[in-house]
């Protein structure tokens, strides 16, 4: 009994020397073990060793804790270190400070000296110095530098905030892998997602699996690709698609910059407006966009598709364009179409359905159940809806042909109701093989009535040939005069009523004096090998 007691009072008062001479900060460093990892050296206000039998040496630190190992840094207000295996129970304030580049604080810490482990819960906060990791369970490697998280997290980096169930840090890079229920808020981009690579300090986060992105009034959904947030630049492949509220977008592939607001598509691109009224789509292999001014630039066999109920347009050329009415109108007059008269041919439209243009460059065809036409250039106006062909362009409805170094063609409801053909202007109208009424002039006017030429004056060195009928329809003669204007209104596809005005002069020859093969005006020509038959015709050379 003596004997227990004075081993108690031996310990009791060695206790107390100990604790007298480390009131002040001490430092206890701690030889390293290669084959298990360095050791942990401390130093604290206060601290204690204990040892348990069976389990080994334990050491109780409190009182601004300090612990070192190789480069990391460990604080905290208390912690118990076992010298045996390396590892430390912290609590309170924890920061762990990763070769001063990454730092990590929580209210509980684990640590693993040997395989340099930190297990962290409870207000775990990870920062790089620009982005901010916020969770409530972490584990992070310090040796690795990677930090993982799979009950939830929240990374903030300046105005973007990123969230997901499970998230895996990588020092070293910058880069944080998100899993599962993903979103990206900032203020200009809202992401969905299920996988997102994101690096902190380049901001650009990349995409492996479909993909939700809006952006203003456009949504992106993509399963490939990545956004370049601090510069607003992006890319996206595996056929993205594009929702914005005047338009659809899909293509192989897609880029975007935010900051000059240009987009170019590539591959199979499909371009498809939302405006209900002139409904159109563009298909291309290349495609440009500027979303500043809603414009469009098309290359690669492109092909427009005005879409309508009953006849619809399609259009191919080297190279199609569409924009704005009121942004072309900043650089250019559009001209009014009007008659021979000066009269305007038609009401304009000025809502913004009809606030659209597009032009053709080069080999341009337009094919419509009704209407056909060839020519080098092309510019149509939804507000009138005109066409305009340039560069010896010729048109043809049904059995009717218009050529001309100008053409303005005027529709109702996409099918030719007007034409205007300025110089060198030629109406041709085939009444059977070999067989045709011809009228020319230096400008012709002209009126259509389903689909066939119901009015012509030609103006201007006027001419023209037409063949005259008797009651029952069978020819009976050839006319053929000069004037200074000629006026022709016709019933059931043939001249019904001729006028001429000023210095008249022809012939009427009867039909079985007609040389159907002689009866040709100044550059005649039936150019019907260069008419599209069908919408196919406009895909090929």
């Not at 994101?198 to 992105?213: C, D, E, L, M, S």
């Not at 020319?440 to 030609?458: E, L, P």
Request: charged residues 25%.
């Amino acid at each position: 009994m003596i004997k227990s007691l004075y081993l108690y009072l031996t310990f009791f008062f060695t206790s107390l020397i100990i604790s007298s001479l480390v009131s002040a900060q001490v430092q206890v460093p701690i030889s390293p073990d290669t084959s298990k990892g360095k050791k942990l050296e401390f130093e604290a206000d206060r601290y204690n060793f204990i040892k348990v039998e069976g389990t080994g040496d334990f050491v109780s630190l409190a009182g601004h804790v300090k612990m070192k190992q190789d480069l990391t840094l460990i604080y905290c207000d208390s912690a118990v270190l076992n010298q045996a295996t390396n590892t430390v129970e912290a609590f309170g304030n924890i920061h762990i400070n990763d070769a001063d580049s990454v730092h990590t604080y929580s209210q509980y810490l684990k640590y693993l000296g040997k395989e340099k482990m930190a297990y962290l819960r409870k207000k775990v906060k990870l920062t790089d110095g620009r982005a901010v990791l916020t969770t409530e369970e972490l584990e992070y490697n310090t040796f690795t530098h990677i930090g993982t998280y799979v009950k939830g997290g929240k990374v903030v980096n300046g105005t973007t905030v990123l969230t997901s169930r499970e998230g895996y840090y990588y020092g070293d890079t910058r880069d944080i892998y998100f899993k599962n229920k993903v979103f990206l808020n900032d203020p200009e981009y809202k992401v969905n997602t299920d996988t997102l690579l994101y690096n902190t300090y380049t901001q650009i986060a990349r995409f492996t699996v479909p993909t939700k992105i809006k952006t203003g009034t456009r949504t992106v959904i993509t399963s490939e690709g990545f956004y370049d947030m601090k510069n607003k630049k992006a890319v996206f492949g595996k056929r993205p698609v594009v929702e914005d509220k005047d338009y659809t977008l899909t293509a192989d592939d897609l880029a975007f910059d935010d900051a000059t607001h240009f987009g170019e598509a590539q591959g199979s691109v499909v371009y498809k407006s939302k405006d209900t009224a002139n409904r159109f789509a563009i298909l291309a292999n290349n495609m440009k966009s500027n979303n500043n001014t809603g414009s469009i630039l098309a290359t690669q066999k492109p092909l427009m598709i005005i879409q309508q109920k009953n006849d619809t347009v399609y259009v191919t050329a080297d190279t199609l364009y569409s924009g704005k009415l009121t942004e072309l109108e900043k650089f250019r007059t559009v001209p009014v179409i009007t008659d021979t008269l000066n009269r305007r041919v038609t009401k304009l439209a000025t809502d913004s359905n009809s606030n659209r243009f597009f032009e053709a460059y080069f080999n341009v065809k337009v094919f419509t159940d009704s209407l056909q036409a060839v020519g080098d250039s092309l510019f149509y106006s939804f507000r009138d809806s005109t066409f305009r062909f340039f560069k010896n362009p010729v048109v043809w409805s049904q059995e009717n042909q218009i050529v001309g170094d100008t053409i303005y063609l005027f529709t109702e409801n996409k099918k030719p109701k007007r034409f205007y053909a300025f110089e060198n202007a030629l109406a041709i109208n085939r009444v059977e093989k070999n067989l045709y009424n011809q009228f020319k002039g230096n400008t012709i006017n002209g009126i259509f009535k389903n689909g066939n030429i119901d009015f012509v004056r030609a103006k201007g060195n006027a001419e023209n040939i037409y063949y005259t009928a008797d009651e029952q329809g069978g020819f009976i003669g050839a006319n053929r005069s000069t004037s200074d204007i000629i006026d022709i209104i016709f019933q059931e596809k043939k001249p019904y009523r001729v006028t001429f005005l000023g210095n008249l002069q022809g012939t009427i020859s009867p039909i079985r004096q007609v040389d159907n093969s002689q009866m040709r005006v100044r550059g005649f020509s039936w150019l019907e090998a260069r008419r599209p038959k069908t919408k196919y015709d406009l895909l090929g050379n």
